[in-house]
């Protein structure tokens, strides 16, 4: 009924003197979008259209009744050809204004682009309507031809002449899209007279001087894509006309207009061939004497030479030293290809290209180290020792992409010297010190160092094994980062056949211990089974130092942890210094133990027993260590503290071993120091001396939710924990709570207030089954409670209450014994990355290919599959853990999940996470209940990126 009334609405407004309103035009268009809309209605709406289109003289109606006609073609493509005939005949009308055929032409190009069926037709737009359309008196409707004139079948002479033709236009958008089309007449190559392409490179030179920055900046464009091609078309004088399109770049290289500036910079890295003089004018602000050059005279005029070099002094000079960082990164980009073209400026060049490494801007300094990183593949970067102090720094700057492109540049750079070598080696070891988490990139670095210079290698081995055999006798402190490196520099050179007997045979035997942490610096020549053999096979001749603790001393029982440091400390700290300076020992005892084995390959698993049996007790070394610091934190002796947690962090990151349950301690460990160093941090917050110390909202917020956050997934990915072991978990969460009690700044004070009673009556629970007695702070937690009497979200309680339940907090003695395990998931989409996305189609489910692997985890747990876009909306899919299949504790299933939420793009990122639903977060609050999502928070244990790309019709 609804339809019907809508339908005699439309009729009987044609049938009267007055257009059909808005408003009916707007239920046509409900009733076109409309997937339920019968057949019959449709095909009446249409005919409603087409009378409108005969007998309206409104040309607000027509424009949206063309629009209507549009959207009923692309949602019913049965109708497409009668839409588009209608359309035509209404088009080829002479009573027509200009505006209102232009608009049924862009009608007509959408319909035949969505239907290939009517190409064809599009013919009738002959090179003579289209003209007259172009001289018409509307500036939109000409403005929209020149940029649209790709969709028509109009001659490109034609085209040619029309766009040459409007370059005088008065409107300045309308000489910008005519200086466009030249560009894209130029791409297609079509023309061959010289002199045509030559006044059409004249007209767009006069543009550069244009007062509109529009203009010119397309006019640069013109300019480069008609001067090259001017230039191919006469061999003999490609010379001179690629020095004159370089002369006339190089002249706006100090336009008034950045994105100008910025085009002209672009345009430059596009010329192929340019003399040496002007290439190296181009790097100096004075002009350089050219009467010597006689070789162009023949091609160049003697006079035009000072009026080139006048507009190229200094270009790329002022481009390197642009306020604008755009104009900066385009100079820089320019020089890949110029330095190509001459060794001279090329160097020349890399003066400079230093000096902008200094640059404010992280983007410009990336570019200008990709350009350095280009001109080394082709053989152009020749660093000299005055550029070394400028290039290392790059090396330890604070951008990872930046250091990731500098040592990409040692990788292909070949250093003429063995200072330089010498001083880069250095440099690239250094950033193992301040940047640890780039050891994997580094150490491929070096390794491509010690392949291409491997004479320089042979020179400095002498050194190298000396350091590395000190480091293993104990002579020198156990920097495993660097003598890992240096054992890669060294097996790297030994590649080469010439030079393999210039090695040492013991370096491959201490190579071979390293085995898992160096195989990804060699990945690109073997892989690790091959590396394993090759170090075995040179190592077989190998002689292991006397003075080692197995050989010498004869020590096979486990270090001692009661050694003084080996330095002097203050009265209060010395406790803990000797934590540090025992833990060392105790991993340079590990690293040698396990290091002086005699047969690397032979041995593997006696080396697991005494790894697992060494560590262990290194792990509840640090643990034991956490409760003794606190008096001392809460002393407020932190930064001491601080220093030795990193450091303990250090150690456990870099001790990362996979057998026999060695690799749970570690993990499990390294998240109980992240929460101790984290509560550390905060407690200097709430010490008396600082508490009314302006410190931040922000920066509290941020440490707490971290904090939250860290004490969370210890909880909840970890398992196998004793009462009593769950017992010092859960009084980390209380602390966690109470810490946010104290703040009244804290937001959503009655949530904490109710997770902490929670929680705490589950800790009595525990405690009632147990033997165990509570500590003080639960107890006193349990007063304060009570005290609050029947006010159960906390809103009669002061912070300053909370604040002295937390002086009888303190971390609780953890003893490692193997039962707790680590939850962990991998998900992997196979056959997917940037370069090769899924398909999807805008507005229908996508199907997600996802094979995952889980590790210690059971039905008792609850695992979704989070899927989100960048936008934050968020798609959770439940999995189910009956459906995994496996033995044991490792269980594996692969299926396609479903994304429903397609958005309408031409791609998009996905990121797909496997999250554990926090079971035990009792009072959290319900999420996602509309979608069917987790009801608790969720502790994301992985994460992959999926890339997904819209279907081509």
């Not at 490196?485 to 013991?506: E, F, G, H, K, T």
Request: proline share 4%; net charge negative; charged share 20%.
């Amino acid at each position: 009924m609804l339809h019907s009334s809508m339908e005699l609405k439309t009729n009987s407004d044609t049938r009267g003197e007055e257009s059909p309103s808005l408003h009916s035009l707007a239920c046509m268009r409900t009733l076109i979008v409309n997937p339920s809309t019968q057949q019959p209605t449709i095909s009446s709406v249409f005919d409603t259209l087409t009378r409108i289109l005969q007998l309206s003289h409104s040309k607000l109606v027509l424009h949206h009744t063309l629009k209507l006609l549009t959207d009923l073609a692309f949602h019913h493509a049965y109708l497409s050809r009668q839409v588009f005939d209608s359309v035509r005949s209404f088009a080829v009308s002479p009573s027509q204004s200009t505006r209102l055929t232009a608009e049924s032409l862009e009608v007509l190009a959408s319909i035949s682009e969505h239907d290939a069926t009517l190409s064809p037709a599009m013919e009738d737009v002959d090179d003579g309507f289209f003209v007259s359309l172009c001289f018409g008196a509307s500036v939109s409707v000409r403005l929209w031809l020149l940029e649209n004139v790709g969709r028509f079948r109009i001659r490109p002479s034609l085209l040619f002449t029309v766009f040459l033709g409007f370059t005088k236009d008065p409107y300045p958008c309308v000489r910008r899209a005519s200086l466009d089309g030249l560009v894209n007449l130029s791409d297609n190559g079509v023309f061959e007279d010289s002199s045509l392409m030559e006044g059409c490179y004249g007209r767009a030179v006069q543009l550069l001087r244009d007062m509109e920055d529009c203009v010119r900046l397309a006019a640069v464009r013109v300019v480069v894509s008609w001067g090259l091609m001017l230039a191919s078309s006469m061999p003999d004088m490609k010379t001179y006309w690629s020095n004159e399109v370089f002369a006339k770049l190089c002249s706006m290289a100090r336009d008034m207009s950045m994105k100008v500036r910025v085009e002209a910079f672009d345009a430059l890295g596009k010329i192929e061939i340019v003399s040496e003089e002007f290439l190296l004018q181009s790097l100096s602000k004075r002009i350089i004497g050219l009467a010597k050059q006689k070789e162009f005279l023949d091609q160049i005029p003697s006079e035009q030479f000072p009026m080139l070099a006048t507009s190229i002094a200094g270009a790329l000079v002022h481009g390197l030293e642009d306020e604008f960082f755009e104009v900066r990164k385009s100079a820089c980009q320019s020089l890949q290809t110029l330095t190509i073209l001459s060794a001279e400026f090329a160097q020349e060049a890399l003066n400079l290209l230093m000096d902008v490494l200094n640059d404010d801007s992280m983007v410009v300094r990336l570019e200008a180290l990709e350009t350095m990183h280009c001109m080394a593949i082709s053989g152009r970067l020749k660093v000299q020792e005055k550029h070394l102090h400028m290039f290392l720094g790059a090396l330890v700057d604070n951008s990872l992409e930046v250091r990731c492109t500098a040592r990409k540049i040692l990788k292909v750079v070949k250093l003429n010297d063995l200072v330089l070598f010498k001083s880069s080696v250095d440099g690239i070891l250094k950033i193992l010190d301040i940047y640890p988490q780039d050891e994997a990139d580094v150490f491929s670095a070096v390794s491509h160092m010690g392949r291409n210079h491997e004479k320089f290698v042979i020179f400095i081995i002498n050194k190298v094994f000396q350091e590395i055999e000190a480091a293993f006798e104990g002579k020198l402190e156990f920097n495993s980062a660097r003598v890992a490196a240096l054992l890669i520099l060294s097996i790297s050179a030994s590649l080469s056949l010439a030079n393999v007997d210039r090695i040492p045979p013991v370096m491959f035997s201490y190579a071979a211990t390293f085995l898992g942490r160096i195989s990804f610096a060699f990945n690109d020549v073997m892989d690790r089974d091959t590396l394993l053999a090759y170090l075995s096979e040179k190592s077989r001749s190998a002689v292991y130092p006397r003075t080692s603790i197995m050989h010498e001393e004869g020590k096979q029982q486990s270090p001692s942890l009661s050694s003084d440091p080996p330095y002097n400390a203050s009265n209060e700290m010395i406790s803990s210094v000797r934590t540090l300076s025992q833990e060392k020992d105790i991993k340079s005892e590990i690293q040698s133990h396990i290091m002086l084995q005699p047969k690397v390959a032979s041995s593997h698993v006696q080396q697991e027993l005494v790894v697992y049996n060494e560590v262990i007790p290194l792990i509840n070394h640090f643990l034991a260590e956490a409760p003794n610091m606190w008096p001392l934190i809460q002393s407020g002796c932190t930064n001491q503290i601080l220093k030795i947690l990193r450091h303990w962090k250090e150690e456990l990151a870099t001790t990362t071993f996979d057998s026999l349950g060695s690799g749970d301690a570690v993990a499990f460990t390294l998240q109980y120091v992240r929460i101790i160093k984290l509560l550390a941090e905060l407690w200097q917050h709430f010490l008396p001396a600082k508490r009314f110390c302006s410190r931040g909202m922000g920066e509290l917020d941020l440490k707490l939710a971290k904090l939250a956050r860290s004490v969370k997934e210890l909880r909840s990915r970890f398992i196998g924990f004793s009462p009593e072991e769950e017992l010092n978990v859960l009084e980390l969460i209380l602390v966690t709570l109470a810490l946010r009690l104290c703040k009244v700044e804290i937001c959503c004070h009655i949530l904490t207030f109710r997770r902490l009673a929670a929680v705490l009556s589950y800790a009595e629970s525990l405690l009632k089954q147990g033997s165990t007695e509570p500590s003080m702070f639960v107890v006193e937690l349990r007063k304060l409670l009570q005290e609050s009497g029947t006010s159960m979200n906390g809103a009669s309680l002061s912070p300053v209450l909370f604040d002295r339940c937390l002086k009888f907090f303190s971390p609780k003695l953890f003893v490692f014994r193997g039962n707790i395990r680590p939850l962990k998931a991998e998900l992997r989409i196979p056959d997917n990355n940037m370069e090769h996305p899924l398909s999807f189609v805008s507005g229908l489910p996508v199907a997600t290919p996802c094979e995952i692997k889980l590790y210690n985890i059971s039905t008792e747990n609850r695992l979704w599959l989070s899927m989100s876009m960048d936008d934050g909306s968020t798609q959770h899919a439940f999995l189910d853990l009956t459906l995994f299949e496996g033995v044991g504790d490792i269980k594996r299933y692969a299926f396609a999940a479903p994304f429903y939420r397609t958005p309408k793009a031409n791609s998009f990122t996905l990121r797909v996470s496997i999250g554990l639903e926090c079971l035990f977060d009792y009072v959290s609050p319900v999420q996602n209940q509309m979608y069917g999502g987790p009801k608790h928070e969720l502790t994301f244990l992985c994460e992959e990126q999926v890339y997904l790309s819209k279907v081509n019709n």
